[in-house]
Structure formats: structure tokens, C-alpha cells
């Protein structure tokens, strides 16, 4: 039987970008742990000087992460409070932390989330896309086969898709996108909280050619969201589709805005749409 641990985990969010977004129960929390598990604890050092602590720092990353449960349990069997910090953001979210909590949890241990800044959040805040629901998928694979094949897996979800990319796979995720998705809306966020914080929206051609225009526009973290698909629609309502379909072809209206009438009021692919008007209008 593992003993009881008397000491709190505290998981902080840290700023990821502007400092002042620190909250001050963050900052109150980190004053008052005995240690800082940290991704990098270089980074981390700094802004820990920033807030003028001087507060013992151990690595936690990817590497390491499941060698450091048993002696930060030790630790909080002691009676030690400590904390759990990221680079940047709430840690967990496609950053370590997830074994140590998990096996700590289980353990019996008081884990406490202090919740702060999140890219993924303050993305969607700022997007303009639905967000009653959405999938956050993390980072794309690296090779373009397996980021393909996530992509398609995902293509036909109807929530808000959102994924964190890197400046130097932005273009190839960007050309994924473009090659199976086409015409689908996305918006580009970058280096959230920072100086350059932008915000891009279009296809997914649209906004490389903004980069070709302006390199800068490649630098930095960014946070791609993706309008989900269209809601899947049912026979009757496909019925009345075809119906309106045909009313406006009969009253002039052109085959293209034909097909973005009927896709906006009835939903489907627009492209789809443009197909069947153009199959109604061969066989008038």
C-alpha cells in the first residue's frame, strides 16, 4: 500500500507571451512551494527571476517524466507543496505532465490546477468561430502521409477544429489542408499575447499566399482553427434542397449562385450543390 502524500501538486498556468498575465493566485502559488517541476528549466529560471523568487527547480519533460514520480511523491509525502509548470501555458495540453498526474492521482495525492493562460483558449476567443463545440487535436504528424491521413480522419467532424503548428511545418500543414479540405474557412492565430500577435483568416490558399507576401507572417507559434463540416442533412430536407434548386434555376438564377443559395439556407457543400444545378440544367 503506498503511503498517503500530505503535500499539494499545484499544476500553474504561466503567461504565453505577455507576463502580465500571470495571475496573482499563480503567482502567490508559486511563492509558496518548496520545488518548480518545469519542462525547461531554463526557461522557466527566468520567470522565476522575473518574479524574484529564488525557489528550487527540477526538469519534468517527455524524456524523464515517468523517473521523476517517485521522488516528487516523496517530496509531498514530506508535506512539500510543489509545482508544475510548463514553458508556456497550462501544462498538460500538448505539453508533459500527463504521467506525473496521472500516477500521483492514482496515488492519492491532492493535484490542484491553477488555471491561467492556454493558446488554444484565447484563440478560439478571438477567432469568430463557433465554439459551443470543438476539437483540439494537438500537433499535426510531421511527415505528410500521416498528416494527411489525420486530416482526412477529421475532415467530416462537424465541431471547430483547432491544432498548434509550428514556423517551420506552417506551409506544408497549410498545402495539407488546401489539397483536402479546398474551399473550408480557417483562422491562422499567431504569437498569441505577443508584440506581433496576428490574426489570419481565408482558405487555407488564401492565407499561404499571405505568407508568400509577407515572410513574417510564417514566424512565431500559431494555433490553426478550422471551420468544422457542414451538418450532415437529411433526406427530406435534401428533397426540399433540390426542390428550391430547381425554383431558382427555373427563375433565371445563374448555376454558381444557384448552389451558394441553396448551400447556405440548406446546408452541404456548395460544390456539391453546383454539380447537381449544373446536372438539372443539361437536362432542361
Not at 125 to 149: H, M, N, Q, W, Y
Request: net charge negative; proline share 5%; hydrophobic share 45%.
Amino acid at each position: 500500500m503506498t503511503a498517503s502524500a500530505s503535500g499539494t501538486l499545484y499544476v500553474v498556468a504561466t503567461p504565453i507571451g505577455n507576463l502580465d498575465d500571470l495571475s496573482p493566485r499563480a503567482v502567490r502559488t508559486l511563492e509558496s512551494v518548496a520545488l518548480v517541476a518545469a519542462e525547461d528549466t531554463r526557461h522557466s529560471a527566468r520567470l522565476l527571476q522575473h518574479l524574484g523568487l529564488h525557489i528550487p527547480l527540477l526538469s519534468l519533460h517527455e524524456h524523464n517524466e515517468a523517473g521523476r514520480v517517485d521522488q516528487l511523491f516523496d517530496r509531498l509525502a514530506q508535506g512539500d507543496d510543489l509545482a508544475l509548470i510548463s514553458d508556456a501555458g497550462t501544462p498538460l495540453i500538448c505539453d508533459p505532465g500527463f504521467v506525473l498526474v496521472r500516477e500521483l492521482r492514482q496515488r492519492g495525492a491532492r493535484v490542484v490546477p491553477i488555471p491561467g493562460p492556454c493558446a488554444l483558449i484565447a484563440a478560439l476567443s478571438a477567432a469568430g468561430l463557433p465554439t459551443d463545440r470543438f476539437l483540439f487535436a494537438g500537433f499535426l504528424p510531421a511527415k505528410e502521409g500521416a498528416r494527411r491521413t489525420r486530416i482526412q480522419a477529421l475532415s467530416e467532424h462537424e465541431e471547430t477544429l483547432v491544432f498548434y503548428e509550428s514556423p517551420h511545418r506552417i506551409h506544408a500543414s497549410l498545402a495539407s489542408f488546401d489539397a483536402l479540405l479546398g474551399e473550408r474557412r480557417l483562422v491562422l492565430a499567431r504569437e498569441l499575447t505577443k508584440t506581433f500577435e496576428t490574426f489570419l483568416e481565408g482558405t487555407a490558399a488564401q492565407l499561404l499566399g499571405r505568407m508568400a507576401e509577407d515572410p513574417n507572417q510564417s514566424r512565431g507559434e500559431f494555433v490553426i482553427m478550422v471551420a468544422g463540416a457542414p451538418a450532415q442533412i437529411s433526406e427530406t430536407t435534401t428533397l426540399d434542397a433540390q426542390a428550391l434548386l430547381s425554383a431558382l434555376l427555373e427563375e433565371g438564377v445563374g448555376v454558381k449562385q444557384a448552389a451558394a443559395v441553396v448551400a447556405r439556407l440548406m446546408g452541404g457543400r456548395k460544390r456539391d450543390w453546383y454539380e447537381q444545378a449544373l446536372a438539372l440544367k443539361g437536362g432542361n
